[in-house]
């Protein structure tokens, strides 16, 4: 059995096992439910040097995000885009070449902001999730917003779609290469090569795109 420590072992009704290594260098395990322990730790052990590089470089490579301050000056991500923030006396959350808070809501100032993201969020991708399933013919059955901050989007056995909100403040182009991911699900319920090549057919770069998720993911906070 692997020495190594599980940090968080989460059971659903997923198909296989998965091992995600966090920005806190820890060892999170995602497993069906009847998965026994015997056949987790077996499968860490056979991933144990993956396992063991991942954690390193988290543990010398990834700086903890500090949280943001609603204060004049603070740069905030949108679109792939850094803005400005600015408290003035208008009505409403705007961004244009900054991004412009109202003084009234500061009270609050976190949570109305983040309510803005999640309204810009929705919009933005359902727009784009529309454009691809009319290039597809792929058929989705709802969209919601989520509040993950890792898991980037999921697909139900429903055809129902989830994204982060945390999105809306990579580049449009990253959007799209998450929106495709999880229309491809629609096809294909795992991560198996049929299933990357359904998102390869739709959209050829994605690799490109899969990486700079990977390495700048980290950066999509507040």
């Known amino acids: 059995m692997s020495k190594i420590q599980i940090d968080k072992l989460i059971r659903s009704k997923r198909r296989s096992v998965a091992l995600v290594i966090t920005k806190q260098a820890t060892l999170e395990v995602r497993a069906p439910y009847r998965t026994s322990l015997e056949f987790i730790y077996d499968f860490i052990e056979k991933k144990e040097s993956w396992i063991l590089r991942k954690l390193e470089f988290m543990r010398q490579n990834v700086v903890q995000n500090i949280p943001k301050k609603i204060i004049d000056?603070?740069?905030?991500?949108?679109?792939?885009?850094?803005?400005?923030?600015?408290?003035?006396?208008?009505?409403?959350?705007?961004?244009?070449?900054?991004?412009?808070?109202?003084?009234?809501?500061?009270?609050?100032?976190?949570?109305y902001l983040m309510l803005w993201y999640r309204k810009q969020a929705l919009l933005t991708i359902t727009e784009r999730v529309d454009w691809y399933a009319n290039q597809t013919?792929?058929?989705?059955?709802?969209?919601?917003?989520?509040?993950?901050?890792?898991?980037w989007g999921s697909c139900s056995a429903r055809g129902g779609l989830n994204f982060s909100w945390y999105l809306i403040m990579a580049p449009l182009y990253i959007i799209d290469y998450v929106v495709v991911h999880e229309l491809a699900h629609l096809i294909e319920r795992n991560h198996s090569y049929r299933f990357w090549q359904q998102v390869k057919n739709i959209m050829p770069d994605y690799?490109?795109?899969?990486?700079?998720?990977?390495?700048?993911?980290?950066?999509?906070c507040l």
């Open 207 to 220: 690799e490109a795109k899969r990486l700079w998720l990977k390495r700048n993911g980290h950066d999509l």
């Open 137 to 151: 013919g792929l058929k989705y059955q709802t969209i919601k917003i989520t509040n993950a901050k890792t898991r």
């Open 73 to 111: 000056g603070e740069e905030f991500l949108y679109l792939g885009k850094t803005y400005r923030l600015q408290i003035s006396d208008c009505r409403k959350i705007t961004c244009t070449d900054f991004l412009q808070f109202p003084n009234h809501l500061l009270p609050a100032a976190k949570k």
